[in-house]
């Protein structure tokens, strides 16, 4: 037998699918929006860039755990997909 196939029969391949990951993903989404939320009033009502490009962030945050709860029950391929998604936004953001 290989290594791979090993592991694939395993607990260590996919990742945790438990009710307990999916509720942390969406107290993070919760609350990454609260904050883009409070930081995009705060900084408009203060005409603050610095709390505007704050609340960007936590946008893109909240916008990054909304998507991997979308996926969260779905295959490896969609998955995946997922993360490159997340990886040329990030690129996207640093290149902006």
Known sequence: ???????????????DNSPRFRRA???????????????FEGG???SSVSLLADSADFLGDA??????????????????RAALVKGLTMVAFGLF
């Open 1 to 15: 037998m290989n290594m791979a196939g090993g592991c694939c029969e395993s607990q260590c391949a996919v990742g």
């Open 25 to 39: 993903l969406w107290i993070a989404l919760g609350v990454n929006a609260a904050m883009f939320c409070v930081g």
């Open 44 to 46: 408009f009502a203060a």
């Open 63 to 80: 916008a990054n755990y909304g998507l991997s709860l979308a996926v969260f029950s779905h295959g490896l391929v969609w998955r995946s």
